[in-house]
C-alpha cells in the first residue's frame, strides 16, 4: 500500500515550534503536497499547500506562523510549525501526490500525527 509517512508530531507548549515530516515511500516521489488538521469531531481542514512549482498557499489560522516545504530531493516535505497555540491541537494529515518512475502523480493520505499544544 502506498502512503507516505508522517512523523514530528508532540507535546509542545504554547509559543513553542514543531516541524513535521512527510515522506515518499520508496521508489516514490513528491509531485505536490497538503496539510490537513483535524479536530476532534469535526471534518478536517486544509491549512497549508504546495504545488509542483513550489508555489505555497495558507489557511488565515495558520498564516504566518507556519512554513510548508520540499526538499530539492522530492522524497520528503516539511511543516514548520512556530508560535504554536493550544488551539493549534489535532491530528494532522499529510496529503500528497506521489508518482514514480512508472506512475504519474496519485493521490495518498498519510496516517496522521497527533499535536498537543499545552497552555
Known amino acids: 500500500q502506498v502512503q507516505p509517512v508522517e512523523s514530528g508530531g508532540g507535546l509542545v507548549q504554547a509559543g513553542g515550534s514543531l516541524r513535521l515530516s512527510c515522506a515518499a515511500p520508496?521508489?516514490?516521489?513528491?509531485?505536490?503536497m497538503n496539510w490537513y488538521r483535524q479536530f476532534p469531531e469535526k471534518e478536517r481542514e486544509l491549512i497549508a499547500s504546495?504545488?509542483?512549482?513550489?508555489?505555497?498557499t495558507y489557511s488565515d489560522s495558520v498564516k504566518g506562523r507556519f512554513t510548508i516545504s520540499r526538499d530539492d530531493s522530492l522524497k520528503t516535505g516539511h511543516l514548520q510549525m512556530n508560535n504554536l497555540k493550544p488551539e493549534d491541537t489535532g491530528v494532522y494529515y499529510c496529503?500528497?501526490?506521489?508518482?514514480?518512475?512508472?506512475?504519474?502523480?496519485?493521490?495518498?493520505w498519510g496516517q496522521g500525527t497527533q499535536v498537543i499544544v499545552s497552555s
Open positions: 496529503n500528497a501526490d506521489l508518482f514514480s518512475r512508472e506512475r504519474s502523480p496519485r493521490n495518498y
Open positions: 520508496e521508489n516514490y516521489f513528491i509531485y505536490s
Open positions: 504546495i504545488a509542483a512549482n513550489r508555489t505555497t
